[in-house]
C-alpha cells in the first residue's frame, strides 16, 4: 500500500546548521507531496508541498523538492534557527477521491543556540 | 478569525465511559478528519468525512464512531470498546477530498484514562 517513511529522530543540532530531514514514499500514481510542521501542543501547520516531479516546495528558508526517480522529498534548510525545534511530518496524498493524507511518523528536530 | 476549534483540550476517560471530543470549523470546508497521534507512530487515520451525513471509516476506527449532521461539525465519540484510548486526537479539514489541497488542523485533544 501507500506509506511515507522518514527518517529516525531526534535530529540535533547548533543554531545555523544545515538541516536534512529524509522522506522517501511508495505510492500508486502521482502522489501530491507534503511537509507539516507541529510545534509543541499544537496541531499540524503547512509547511510546503509539491504536487509534481520536479516541484520544489519553499516556505521560511525550507525547501523540498519531488524526485520521482528516488520517490524522496527531502526537507533542506541552509540555517537552522530555535525557532525551529518542532516535529516534522512528510505526507502524501495519492489524489483519488476517497481518499486522506498518509503521514510519516515524524522527525523531531531540536536546535540548540 | 476562520479555523478549527477542538474541546476540551484535555479530557479524562474512566473504565468503561464513552466520551466524545468536539470538532467545529467555519471554513466551509467539505472534508474532515480525525487521526489519531501516539508518540513515535506519527498520524494515523480513524474516521474521515467528505460530505453532510457521509463517513468512511480509516485505518483504526475499531473502538470509535462519528456523526456528521453539520458541515460544520464532526464529533469524536471514543467507546468503551477502545482499549487503549491514551493519545493526542487531531481534527483536520480541507476543501475537497482527494485533491492535493492542503489539510487545517485544530489544536487537539490529548485524552487519558483514569
Not at chain 2, 2 to 7: E, K, L, P, V
Not at chain 2, 24 to 41: C, F, I, K, T
Not at chain 2, 47 to 53: E, G, K, L, M, R
Not at chain 2, 72 to 101: D, H, I, M, R, W
Request: glycine share 10%; aromatic share 12%.
Amino acid at each position: 500500500g501507500d506509506s511515507v517513511t522518514q527518517m529516525e529522530g531526534p535530529v540535533t543540532l547548533s543554531e545555523e546548521a544545515f538541516l536534512t530531514i529524509n522522506c522517501t514514499y511508495t505510492a500508486t500514481g502521482y502522489p501530491s507531496l507534503f511537509w507539516y510542521v507541529q510545534y509543541p501542543g499544537e496541531g499540524l501547520q503547512l509547511l510546503l508541498k509539491a504536487t509534481k516531479a520536479d516541484d520544489k516546495g519553499s516556505n521560511k528558508g525550507f525547501e523540498a523538492t519531488y524526485r520521482k526517480e528516488t520517490t524522496s522529498f527531502h526537507l533542506e534548510k541552509g540555517s537552522v534557527q530555535v525557532s525551529d525545534s518542532a516535529v516534522y511530518f512528510c505526507a502524501l496524498n495519492v489524489n483519488q477521491a476517497g481518499t486522506a493524507l498518509i503521514f510519516g511518523k515524524g522527525t523531531t528536530l531540536s536546535v540548540s543556540s | 478569525d476562520g479555523g478549527i476549534t477542538q474541546s476540551p483540550k484535555y479530557l479524562f476517560r474512566k473504565e468503561g465511559q464513552n466520551v466524545t471530543l468536539s470538532c467545529e470549523q467555519n471554513l466551509n470546508h467539505d472534508a474532515m478528519y480525525w487521526y489519531r497521534q501516539d508518540p513515535g507512530q506519527g498520524l494515523r487515520l480513524i474516521y474521515y468525512s467528505q460530505i453532510v451525513n457521509d463517513f468512511q471509516k480509516g485505518d483504526i476506527a475499531e473502538g470509535y464512531s462519528v456523526s456528521r449532521e453539520k458541515k460544520e461539525s464532526f464529533p469524536l465519540t471514543v467507546t468503551s470498546a477502545q482499549k487503549n484510548p491514551t493519545a493526542f486526537y487531531l481534527c483536520a479539514s480541507s476543501t475537497t477530498q482527494g485533491t492535493n489541497e492542503k489539510l487545517f488542523f485544530g489544536s487537539g485533544t490529548q485524552l487519558s484514562v483514569l
